[in-house]
Nanobody, 123 residues
Framework: QVQLVESGGGLVQAGGSLRLSCVLSGGFLENYAMGWFRQAPGKEREFVAGISWNGGRIAYGDSVKGRFTISRDNTKNTMYLQMTSLKPDDTAVYYC????????????????WGQGTQVTASS
């Protein structure tokens, strides 16, 4: 059974940086398009970034373009999200997700989800 585990969240001052990691076990990362989503209290789950199985296609949500960078290392079964210039509005639980079909911005397109990691950017 595929499992995803996120790490790297924490508390950071506005303007700071964090790097999230997502490790896939029970399968091979190269078989999946991957995505990062986030959800703040009282809000819907929001697409942050996505990457195709070989990194050839990448997509970002409008609110993070130019500040966040998604990447993956299939040899380590690990995906990353480098976050810079963090803002208080970035505060949320961040989830990684795996899609067996294709890169998509829709949560319904993903087959597996991690438990999430909290990111808090204080003003």
């Amino acid at each position: 059974q595929v499992q995803l585990v996120e790490s790297g969240g924490g508390l950071v001052q506005a303007g700071g940086s964090l790097r999230l990691s997502c490790v896939l076990s029970g399968g091979f990362l190269e078989n999946y398009a991957m995505g990062w989503f986030r959800q703040a209290p009282g809000k819907e789950r929001e697409f942050v970034a996505g990457i195709s199985w070989n990194g050839g296609r990448i997509a970002y949500g409008d609110s993070v373009k130019g500040r966040f960078t998604i990447s993956r290392d299939n040899t380590k079964n690990t995906m990353y999200l480098q976050m810079t210039s963090l803002k208080p509005d970035d505060t949320a639980v961040y989830y990684c997700a795996a899609a067996a079909t294709t890169l998509t911005r829709l949560p319904s397109g993903y087959d597996y989800w991690g438990q999430g990691t909290q990111v808090t950017a204080s003003s």
